[in-house]
């Protein structure tokens, strides 16, 4: 089943990885944005999450931000299922699995996000495909997949989407071919994107925000290229400006 349109709904988006150790460090860098006024949608990742509970989300969603909560949970399916069941209650925006649990635990989260969210909102889900660290001779030599990176990352994302899942984590090279696999609809997640004077940083498939919005990306998660820049809100306008976003 394809979620035609999830793209469509959700706009484009900069997302700011708010990869911090501590709950008071993540809301200290959000208030740098009061003066612009502007509430970018945020990623709260296992550091922040693991150390602060679902507090922070419901912290950052009572200022204005949409969360995006990134726990890439991985296990058997009737795990994964309960786990998602507990996170549909913490009210974020997308939550996401690993599409390498394979689709009956990819059915069994979706499951699990309805069962959490009975009459409330519920949460888009989005799968990672391959970590955007990972290279050709990782997946090579350490995962022992011989298969191109590009087709083990088709292959995942056609499996997402026939899970029923909104979309996936993909690097934004691997964009094109998934709406071309998935359809327009379906939302393509971007993490490593790095500005074009900036340093990459232990990511290795990497683009500009430019480059990513020329590939079709919905949605650019950006970490430390703003979280660490000397001024986070003018480094988030300037992805906003390259991505296209207003
Ligand atoms: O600091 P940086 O921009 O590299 O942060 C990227 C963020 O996106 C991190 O929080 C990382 O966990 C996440 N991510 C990723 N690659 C994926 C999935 C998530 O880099 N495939």
């Known amino acids: 089943m394809r979620n035609a349109g999830v793209a469509g709904q959700m706009g484009k988006q900069v997302i700011v990885a708010l990869d911090f150790a501590s709950g008071k460090e993540a809301l200290d860098f ?12 945020v990623k709260i990742g296992m550091e922040l999450f693991y150390a602060e509970g679902p507090e922070i989300v419901r912290k950052a969603k009572a200022l204005g931000h949409k969360v995006f909560l990134d726990l890439k949970v991985h296990d058997i399916p009737n795990t ?12 974020a925006d ?12 990819m059915k069994a ?30 997946l090579r ?7 191109p990176m590009e087709e083990t990352v088709l292959s995942y994302a056609r499996l997402a989407a026939a899970s029923g899942l909104a979309g996936v984590v993909c ?10 696999a998935c359809g327009n609809g379906f939302l393509a997640v971007t993490p490593g994107v790095r500005f074009a004077d900036g ?3 232990d990511q290795k498939r990497v683009a500009t925000p430019a480059d990513a919005a020329r590939l079709g990306s919905d949605m650019i998660v950006m970490g430390r290229p703003i979280t660490r820049a000397a001024d986070p809100a003018a480094a988030y306008a300037r992805a906003c400006a390259e991505f296209g976003v207003s």
Do not use: Y
């Open 30 to 41: 959000l208030g740098l944005f009061a003066k612009s006024g502007r509430k970018p949608f």
């Open 80 to 91: 994964a299922r309960r786990a998602m069941a507990s996170v549909a209650a913490i009210g």
């Open 94 to 105: 997308i939550v996401n699995v690993h599409a390498a649990g394979g689709s009956a635990m």
């Open 109 to 138: 989260a979706l499951e699990g996000l309805a069962e959490g969210a009975g009459a409330g909102r519920k949460p888009l889900l989005i799968a990672v495909t391959q970590l955007t660290s990972t290279d050709a001779a990782t």
């Open 141 to 147: 030599d350490e995962l022992l997949i011989s298969r």
């Open 171 to 180: 690097s934004p090279r691997e964009a094109p071919a998934v709406k071309t």
């Open 199 to 201: 340093e990459v940083g």
